[in-house]
């Protein structure tokens, strides 16, 4: 913008016109021509004005495009939070599912170690068992032979005893007045013992004689004996095993008895 200097020294000199001249111009003629420049300013002034308008306006918008940039960024974080929540919960569900999972899994393992040392146990009960029986077993087929082989050497002495006894057995019979019968139950003899009563030589005393057992024992006496008496018998009975002194006695008894 142009500027109109205004000097003083020339104002002075053009505003004092001289005394003397009848011809001069009037004050107001005489006045300097100045020039403000007012249009220019007011051009200058309006485009100022359009383009502080257009600063603000693109101001305003770049501030409401950052407002909603903002806005837009702000609803992003908080979607993405709210998604990162949701996958975190997510997760949290499937830790949970599988520490679960691990700790069934864990128990399972304990009770199978269980069961496995369960049955482990068995098979050693059931091993050592098994080694017990066949120990036993061993052992009984070690007792059955032995019984066995004792029989039979019994079953031989009784053979061998047989051919001694049958004369013996008629000495007795015959000498005591004795009838031997079978008492109707296996390993039982009855004795029957004739003549032992004076007023009666028909009445019968007789006694039954277990042998199933290794000591002899008298099962049923008919008359009653005296028990301490028949178990003295008994006794040397099964010391001497000898057979004929026993009838003696038990014909004694019971002759005792009767009277």
Not at 39 to 52: G, I, P, S, V, W
Not at 126 to 141: G, N, P, S
Not at 228 to 254: C, I, P, Q, T, Y
């Amino acid at each position: 913008m142009s500027a109109t200097l205004f000097e003083p020294s020339l104002s002075v000199g053009t505003l004092r016109p001289p005394l003397t001249s009848t011809t001069a111009p009037s004050m107001a003629d005489s006045l300097p021509s100045i020039n403000f420049g007012f249009e220019e300013l007011r051009d200058r002034m309006a485009r100022f004005t359009t383009k502080f308008d257009d600063f603000i306006e693109q101001g305003r918008k770049r501030v409401l495009e950052e407002r909603n940039q903002f806005r837009m960024n702000v609803t992003e974080l908080h979607e993405d939070q709210r998604m990162k929540k949701k996958d975190i919960e997510i997760l949290s569900l499937k830790a949970s599912g599988h520490a679960q999972t691990i700790q069934k899994e864990a128990q399972e393992t304990a009770e199978m170690h269980a069961a496995l040392a369960a049955v482990e146990t068995q098979r050693s009960e059931r091993a050592a068992t098994r080694d017990r029986l066949k120990t036993q077993i061993a052992e009984t087929q070690r007792l059955i032979a032995q019984r066995q082989e004792a029989q039979r050497q019994h079953a031989q002495r009784l053979d061998a005893q047989a051919h001694f006894n049958a004369p013996e057995l008629d000495f007795w019979q015959d000498y005591l007045c004795l009838r031997i019968e079978g008492a109707g139950v296996p390993d039982r003899l009855k004795f029957v013992y004739t003549h032992a009563d004076e007023r009666d030589w028909e009445r019968e005393a007789w006694f039954e004689l277990g042998m199933g057992r290794r000591e002899y024992e008298v099962l049923h006496c008919r008359p009653k004996v005296e028990p301490e008496e028949l178990e003295r018998a008994l006794d040397k009975l099964n010391e001497s095993r000898d057979l004929g002194v026993f009838l003696k006695g038990m014909r004694e008894l019971l002759v005792k008895a009767m009277r």
